[in-house]
């Protein structure tokens, strides 16, 4: 009879993070996929950004200034 082994969490974890880095592999290799991922990486990064800058607002928190670096193309 065969026993069920119950993973730890440590053992979910790995194979999710083996399951991502193979993800990543595949995004990078397809040119037209990175591409599409780079740009809903920088608009989702501006739409925080934005929301970040709304909340310093309610907060009484003066707004910080954005690196030359982040607004890059």
């Not at 194979?15 to 040119?31: G, H, L, V």
């Not at 950004?49 to 607004?71: E, L, W």
Request: proline share 0%; glycine share 2%.
């Amino acid at each position: 009879m065969a026993t069920n082994k119950i993973k730890t969490e440590k053992e979910w974890m790995a194979e999710d993070d083996a399951r991502t880095m193979a993800q990543y592999e595949e995004i990078m290799a397809d040119s037209a996929r990175r591409a599409r991922a780079v740009k809903a990486a920088k608009d989702m990064a501006s739409d925080l950004n934005k929301r970040a800058s709304a909340m310093n607002k309610v907060a009484g928190n003066k707004a910080k200034t954005t690196s030359s670096r982040s607004k890059k193309k």
